[in-house]
């Protein structure tokens, strides 16, 4: 198997698109050993932004391993920040579209929870086709998953809310946690920028997860 990962990364911090993505499920594992030096549960948070909320939760749970994924260059660089001015092993960022970072870099039933904070509603009817979370989107993350993974999400819009919800009805394999579809914003996460924002706003502020059931 070829070194896909330049020595001298490994001694200090990197971004994951620095290097060639694994290129099968068994390849993918030793690709995560060789960047964390463990096999603990693999976390993703698609849209990370500056990393506040992501890092908050990488210094908590140091027995958990963590992926931010984030589009804008000025954003991942402060991400990337954080990360080195904390020395934290247990973290890294993909630069770039999120789908791109699933297809290329992730296999079936490896990932244990994917978290998605306060993603653009885009309220408009016509401008729906541009929203991240379709039923095609995710059955892309349930192929990942591994069995009694997670995928949460927070969002302080109720249509988008119930759009959400009807989407994972689309798809056969989870199990929602909670009886209404959503509860308030989990208190074993820890505040985001966008969380305060809205909250000091007014603003009503949903969570949903749902859990894999099956393989």
Not at 19 to 44: A, H, K, W
Not at 54 to 71: F, H, K, S, W
Request: net charge positive; glycine share 6%; proline share 5%.
């Amino acid at each position: 198997m070829r070194n896909r990962i330049p020595s001298h990364e490994m001694e200090s911090f990197f971004i994951l698109n620095d290097t060639i993505p694994p290129d099968s499920r068994e390849e993918m594992r030793s690709y995560f050993f060789r960047i964390f030096g463990n096999n603990n549960p693999l976390v993703v948070e698609i849209g990370s932004g500056n990393g506040h909320f992501l890092v908050e939760c990488a210094m908590r749970y140091p027995d958990q391993n963590y992926i931010g994924t984030e589009i804008l260059g000025g954003r991942a660089r402060k991400f990337h920040l954080k990360i080195e001015k904390r020395r934290l092993h247990n973290i890294v960022i993909f630069k770039g579209d999120a789908r791109r970072f699933l297809w290329e870099y992730l296999y079936e039933n490896t990932t244990q929870e994917f978290i998605i904070l306060f993603p653009d509603p885009w309220p408009k009817t016509r401008h729906h086709k541009h929203r991240l979370i379709t039923a095609a989107f995710i059955n892309m993350l349930r192929i990942r998953l591994v069995p009694d993974g997670l995928i949460s999400i927070a969002t302080d819009h109720a249509e988008y809310r119930d759009w959400i919800i009807d989407e994972f009805q689309k798809i056969d394999g989870f199990s929602n946690l909670y009886t209404k579809g959503y509860t308030r914003y989990s208190e074993h996460y820890p505040k985001t920028l966008f969380e305060k924002r809205f909250k000091d706003e007014g603003r009503e502020l949903f969570f949903i997860q749902v859990k894999k059931v099956g393989n």
